[in-house]
């Protein structure tokens, strides 16, 4: 079953340079796991929308990711895939600690993308927790060390960063900094700069932000490398 597993991946990756995204429409025309495209499909999404389709193909590829797309847009998912697929082409298991870590500006949407990923990412079998603080803390994850994927604020991420020696970062590979521009807004920026600064720097970034403002653009050039900017303009539905 390794080898099997081993081949399967090997493939997927040769085709992520066969693509033509001009015929792209489902999920299923992209080379994605049937872990991912079985959680897709039992969640009844059929098909990427603008900023899924304008950025999935390279976040697979392993690039740095700089996304526009307003809210509503679909972005959760645009960063949730490659999350998931990163990790299972490196044959993450749930013994190999952090892999992934996602910063939102608030615990609303940090347990709306928790919610998500336990949906679309059951089939993987990845460990996933919550780092958000806040009056009561029952959504946040005890076995902290035991996680993969790591959901949380970017002031309680620093608070466990600096304080808890069961949040280790070393083995981190892919970041994702969601409403990067909402962040800043909150008055997060030497947070999200700590954060940033002390994270291992051969890893993939994925940076959403509905505005391009200065402060985003300084975050864009401290935490991203090379970044395939994807700029999605919807219309309204
Ligand atoms: P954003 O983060 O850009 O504000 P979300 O990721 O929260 O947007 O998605 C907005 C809504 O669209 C959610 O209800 C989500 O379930 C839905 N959605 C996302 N992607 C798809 C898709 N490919 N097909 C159908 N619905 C989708
Ligand atoms: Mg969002």
Redesign the pocket.
Known sequence: PHVIEFEKIKELQRSYDKVDLSKVST?ADLPLSDHTLNG?KDN??????E??KASLLYSLQGNDILGA??????????FLIPVLESLYCQRWTRLDGLGALILTPTRELAL?IFE?LKKVGKNHGFSAGLIIGGKDLKFETKRIDQCNIVIGTPGRILQHMNENPLFDCVTMKILVL??ADRCLDMGFERDMNCIIENLPPERQTLL?SATQTKSVKDLVRLSLRNPMYVSVHEHAK
Do not use: M, N
């Not at 009844?44 to 929308?49: K, N, Y």
């Not at 307003?70 to 998912?77: I, P, R, V």
């Open positions: 999920f897709l009844s999404f059929t098909h990427p929308t900023i899924q797309a307003k809210t509503g847009s679909g972005k959760t998912l645009a709306q998500t969601d409403e959403f």
